[in-house]
């Protein structure tokens, strides 16, 4: 584990770096409910993988991508409702990487369901 408290000079601290990665998190949030997928997968790294809902759920960005597109299609479901419950973000040393784990609780998956 990195001591996250480790400062360089004119280095931004913790609090200022997480609270950057609360902005664009929470705009790629608004982009997903406001059905902007290309805005959305616009934030995701191209050699990223990412956790789905059910433990099979290992994607890469073009399955994720692939994934939502099934979705924006279908314009008679609409996006699901949901409120972040828990965002834990850890940083590395140099503040140049975090894990972002975020926890959702689904208030309405779809009109359909």
């Known amino acids: ?3 996250s408290n480790y400062k360089e000079p004119n280095m931004p601290g913790p609090e200022v770096v997480k609270a950057q990665i609360t902005t664009v998190l ?9 059905r902007k997928f290309s805005k959305m997968m616009s ?7 990412y956790l789905g809902t059910d433990p099979t759920e290992l994607w890469t ?11 924006v299609k279908d314009t008679t479901s609409s996006m699901p409702v949901y409120n972040i419950e828990r ?6 040393e140099g503040r140049n990487s975090a894990v972002v ?6 208030v309405k998956m779809s009109d359909k369901i």
């Open 101 to 106: 784990v975020e926890q959702y609780y689904l």
């Open 61 to 71: 960005k073009k399955q994720l991508s692939d994934y939502f597109s099934q979705h």
């Open 1 to 3: 584990m990195f001591n």
């Open 43 to 49: 934030y995701l790294s191209e050699d990223g993988y």
């Open 87 to 92: 965002r834990d973000i850890l940083l590395d």
């Open 26 to 34: 929470d705009s790629m949030h608004s982009a997903f409910t406001n």
